[in-house]
């Protein structure tokens, strides 16, 4: 009897492996809420934006997907080293993490953007752009809303550093450098407006006094 009881109740479990709906086959459980880390992804996106980003000339390592509490996750994030411009490359520092698709819109935005701008108006190319990081979990400031930090997808800009030795910096440079300058950081605020749907400066309030605020996601986009 025993025997017979074993026999029906092994039928039963592989009739239940037959009825799993078929997008449930082989599906395993979600991430837990914190996790140590993972592989990289792999899925055909993000393949597809990595193989992108690799095309502009951007030098990048692609990170493992880690999710790293309650609306904080890190996927389909790259470390940054260089960037391509139009004669050369150029540095990025204090990036971290950042997710790939805002990765892309960042080297286009630097290359075409910024070194160009660079060279218009200032007369010398960018040797590097100094940032203020992209990952952070934490919320938008004054709010319950996670922040685009929180998963990698916004970068703070804080200053460009050109090949003739000059530093521009958002701070100190958006009233007080000379015409030029002024002219070059409210430029490549504008064409950063073109590829971010959200982009905060200094005439925001004073939490950007010192950086623009780049982000690909945000409700019907913003530029200020």
């Given amino acids: ?12 479990a592989l009739a ?5 709906p078929e997008g449930d086959r082989g599906r395993g459980p979600r991430p837990p809420a914190e996790s140590g880390g993972g592989a990289v992804s792999n899925n055909a996106l993000a393949r597809q934006c990595l193989a992108e980003l690799g095309a502009t000339g951007a030098a990048f390592t692609p990170l493992p997907d880690r999710y790293a509490g309650p609306g904080c996750s890190l996927l389909n994030t790259v470390e940054l080293s260089r960037l391509a411009g139009d004669r050369g490359s150029f540095s ?4 971290g ?3 790939c698709p805002t990765a892309q819109a960042f080297a286009a935005w630097a290359r075409y953007g910024v070194d160009r701008a660079a060279r218009v108006y200032l007369g010398s190319p960018v040797v590097r752009i100094e940032t203020m990081g992209s990952y952070a979990c934490r919320n938008v400031a004054g709010s319950g809303r996670r922040s685009a930090h929180a998963t990698a997808e916004a970068i703070d800009i804080g200053a460009f550093h050109l ?8 701070l100190h440079d958006w009233d007080g450098g000379t015409a030029a300058e002024r002219e070059f950081l409210r430029v490549v605020q504008r064409s950063a407006c073109k590829r971010f749907r959200t982009v905060l400066g200094p005439e ?7 950086h623009f605020h780049l982000e690909r996601g945000g409700d019907g986009g913003f530029c200020r």
């Fill in 204 to 210: 925001y309030n004073a939490a950007h006094r010192d």
């Fill in 163 to 170: 090949a003739d030795g000059r530093r521009i910096s958002v």
């Fill in 16 to 20: 239940g492996c037959q009825l799993l």
């Fill in 97 to 99: 993490p950042v997710a």
């Fill in 1 to 12: 009897m025993l025997r017979a009881l074993a026999s029906a109740l092994a039928i039963l």
């Fill in 92 to 95: 990025i520092s204090n990036l």
